[in-house]
């Protein structure tokens, strides 16, 4: 599959032919020996089954020693950034997995300054790649940028709350934001369109721009497109998270056991989980691109205009600075001068007018 | 007391009377029209406090039963001064003002109470009426030499509560969304509560916390309920809750308020409208992990005023062993935080009380529950629940969710308790701290036992 030597220019079996389009081979090729990069951050209030679904999806225990603090101490906690990186390789390629996980929001009693943290932690990762992208050695530029949010969103209310809102128009020009319901088990299927729909209906209310799945292409064949027709049929995903194994209807398959059922993870009817991780797998890239040719492009024009003042405002400043100290300097001089003549005027002013005054009395 | 011991017995039957061991046993059943009563089985039993030994017996008076007093096995406890003092905050302390016991009692009628006469240790002021009848004195150990009829006090006292019916108000706090009544409409079988799932887009969570009180009456044979749920939307709904539970808090002090302003009045109604909160029912998120900040400032607030009992809702979210994981979480969470959430600790009457409430308080609360108003076949019947790709939920099906004890616990056993200790404890606690506040009594109320017939005075102080 390698480009045949650069001497023989013709392959003797289709005359015309290059052999460029061995291009995507090539990349396919460099990018699977460096592996990928990804980073998710998930949000949510605690109990709504982020760490389990996390561990599902990607089919790991991101969270080992995990310790769960009552309610007493979370009165007194603030939001904390946890990120967790992970190394999964299959059939060869690598995916360098960082979770970003944000305990503490949405427990305190008063909320308000719940995702200042979460937002400054996304700039910094941002400044830092800005940062090193200007920097001179660009060879080794570790990707940090947070790529994709999971924003979950909790079953019991009836739309979105609130803190829900706030959040996500806060965050909606930063990250792409992808909503999940989360705990989906808890709804009947009814209850699940309803609650859907009435979270559309508020997105679009508020103006929250949350990701949109690409229109698949018109040369991709039926079934990419009817998958992706599906796909964003289904936003928000009602997912519901477990790694445990269960056995039903004679198979093990991952899933919740309840006194009256089973619900199956990977069961399409019983939830959407298939759906976000084939989202999240098939649109992986596409995340990506527009995390770098949107959210960070407008962060970096944002930051470069307002940098890019400081700076000259810093260097106009020395120069105004040293023009106006000799502007003063000057302006002090001539007010020196000008009392001096002053004095001296009054003294022979004096002298004069005593002396005049004497001389004419 | 000055004057206090005196009306104790109308018929000026001292105290020091009744501790003459052959006792006057007074059977006062047929001046008892308006006497709680014990369940149906047993015959009427009037405890009655003496006070001049230290220790405390029960007496049994009434027909059927009549026995020596004996210091049945329960009472030792009374030798112990902390029993003592549970008794006089029971019975209300030395000082306080008297029951309006007419009204209280009406509150205890003809429902079914759960004490048996063995484990009587503890005494229930009974400040008297006039009596209807003159009093027989009967003596302790004699039987009945033929029926008297005095056990159909128990039908008396039915009719009468049919009659007039009994007033339960019941609230629910919680988040939107936990099912708060949907559950509410699920106990009481009936479209109580407006669910806010018909909410449409221009219904938005209120941005404070609004009360909102509807009222029902609900006849089921023949007795007749007034029920009003009080419903509490907004709270927790907002990004900052500091403080959301204050208009909770006030709305419940006002009903407290009403009532002791009906109380004393110089012209007051028979039967004083009761408006005040009997039971909160406070729904827990099932997020599996532990309480919330929310949920544990609220309920420290609350636990003081009113009778919280703690509830896990939509409880088809976890598993069997995640239910029982975070039930224990959460029981020891209260625990720690010095939390008693209805039926509390000290306020159990007896042995048998103590242990059942014991069991309930230490296995089944708080109650994980799931509502549904919506029926589906189930092997043959049709049953409560909610239907899903992977199975139907039973609502009324102990292996699927605790609903079934919740509302017996709330219903059919201790209804009646919660009315009492809303009006023995919450109600007098407000009351004694309104009165020490004003240095005195509003206007129309003159000190304790010099007012308004019928004055029951607390048999306590007498001793003292």
């Not at chain 1, 996500?168 to 369109?193: F, S, Y």
Request: with cysteine.
């Amino acid at each position: 599959m390698s480009k045949q030597q650069p001497a023989q220019f013709i392959n003797p079996e289709t005359p015309g032919y290059v052999g460029f389009a061995n291009l995507p081979n090539q990349v396919h090729r460099k990018s699977v020996k460096k592996g990928f990069e990804f980073t998710l951050m998930v949000v949510g209030e605690s109990g709504l089954g982020k760490s389990t679904l996390i561990n599902s999806l990607f089919l790991t225990d991101l969270y080992p020693e995990r310790i769960i603090p009552g309610a007493a101490e979370k009165i007194e906690r603030t939001v904390q950034i946890e990120a967790s990186t992970v190394e999964i390789e299959e059939r060869g390629v690598k995916l360098r997995l960082t979770v970003v996980d944000t305990p503490g929001y949405g427990d305190a009693i008063n909320c308000r300054d719940c995702f200042k943290t979460i937002i400054s932690y996304i700039d910094e990762q941002f400044e830092r790649y800005l940062h090193d992208e200007s920097g001179l050695n660009r060879r080794h530029i570790i990707d940090n940028r947070v790529h994709c949010c999971f924003y979950f969103i909790s079953p019991f209310g009836h739309g979105l709350k609130p803190l829900d809102v706030a959040f996500m128009k806060a965050i909606h020009n930063k990250v792409n934001i992808v909503p999940v319901i989360a705990k989906a088990d808890t709804l009947t299927l009814k209850e699940r369109e309803r609650l859907k729909k009435r979270i559309l209906d508020e997105i679009e209310e508020h103006n929250i721009k949350i990701y949109h799945l690409p229109d698949a292409e018109s040369d991709e064949d039926e079934d990419f497109k009817e998958q992706t027709r599906l796909l964003k049929a289904s936003i928000p995903f009602s997912v519901v998270g477990s790694n445990q194994l269960i056995e039903a209807k004679g198979k093990k398959v991952r899933g919740r056991l309840y006194p009256w059922g089973v619900v199956e993870v990977e069961n399409p009817e019983h939830n959407d989980f298939l759906k976000l991780r084939t989202m999240l797998i098939t649109h992986m890239q596409d995340l990506q691109e527009v995390t770098q040719d949107l959210h960070y492009e407008n962060f970096r024009s944002e930051r470069l205009k307002r940098g890019g003042r400081k700076v000259e405002n810093e260097d106009m400043n020395k120069d105004q600075i040293l023009l106006e100290k000799e502007a003063e300097l000057r302006r002090m001089q001539e007010m020196i001068a000008r009392m001096q003549a002053q004095m001296q005027m009054q003294m022979q002013g004096g002298d004069g007018d005593s002396g005049a005054l004497g001389h004419h009395v | 007391m000055p004057g206090a011991s005196k009306h104790l017995y109308p018929r000026q039957c001292s105290l020091a009377a009744l501790t003459r061991s052959d006792c006057s046993a007074e059977e006062e059943a047929g001046s008892w029209g308006e006497v709680g009563c014990p369940s149906p089985p047993h015959s009427p039993i009037l405890w009655v406090v003496r006070r001049s030994r230290p220790v405390v017996e029960p007496m049994l008076v009434g027909s059927g039963l009549l026995r020596a007093p004996q210091v049945s096995p329960a009472c030792k406890n009374t030798h112990e001064l902390p029993e003592l003092d549970r008794l006089r905050l029971f019975l209300g302390l030395p000082f306080r003002p008297p029951f309006n016991i007419p009204r209280a009692l009406c509150v205890i009628l003809g429902l079914p109470e759960t004490r048996s006469d063995a484990a009587m240790s503890e005494l229930v002021p009974e400040p008297r009426p006039k009596p209807a009848v003159p009093m027989k004195p009967v003596s302790i150990n004699s039987n009945l030499l033929g029926y008297v009829g005095i056990d159909t006090i128990i039908e008396q006292m039915r009719k009468k509560t049919m009659k007039t019916g009994f007033d339960f108000n019941i609230m629910v706090v919680g988040q939107s969304g936990l099912g708060k009544s949907t559950l509410v409409n699920t106990l009481f079988k009936s479209q109580v509560s407006r669910k806010a799932a018909s909410w449409n887009r221009e219904e938005k969570i209120p941005k404070t916390v609004e009360i909102k009180a509807i009222g029902h009456v609900i006849e089921e044979g023949g007795v007749k309920m007034k029920l009003t749920v009080i419903d509490t939307p907004g709270f927790g709904d907002q990004i900052n809750n500091e403080n959301c539970w204050e208009p909770i808090e006030k709305y419940i002090n006002e009903q407290y308020e009403k009532f002791l302003k009906e109380e004393v009045n110089i012209a007051r109604k028979k039967r004083i409208p009761d408006t005040r909160v009997h039971c909160c029912l406070y729904f827990i998120s099932p997020t599996g992990h532990s309480l919330r900040p929310l949920d544990l400032e609220f309920m420290k607030h609350l636990s003081k005023v009113v009778n919280i009992i703690p509830v896990i809702a939509k409880a088809d979210t976890m598993t069997l062993e995640e239910k029982s994981e975070f039930k224990q979480r959460v029981r020891k969470e209260l625990e720690v935080n010095g939390i008693e959430f209805y039926p509390q600790k000290e306020f159990d009457e007896d042995l048998e009380d103590k242990t059942e409430n014991d069991k309930i308080r230490q296995e089944s609360m708080p109650f994980a529950v799931v509502g549904s108003d919506k029926e589906y076949q189930v092997n043959g019947k049709r049953v409560l629940g909610r239907k899903t790709p992977w199975g139907i939920i039973e609502v009324e099906n102990l292996n699927h969710c605790e609903f079934a004890l919740l509302r017996d616990f709330v219903i059919r056993t201790h209804l009646q308790d919660l009315k009492e200790v809303t009006h023995n404890i919450h109600y007098e606690t407000y009351r004694a701290k309104r009165l020490n506040d004003n240095g005195g009594l509003p206007p129309g109320e003159g000190l304790l036992g010099t007012v308004l017939p019928p004055v029951p005075a607390t048999p306590c102080p007498s001793a003292e």
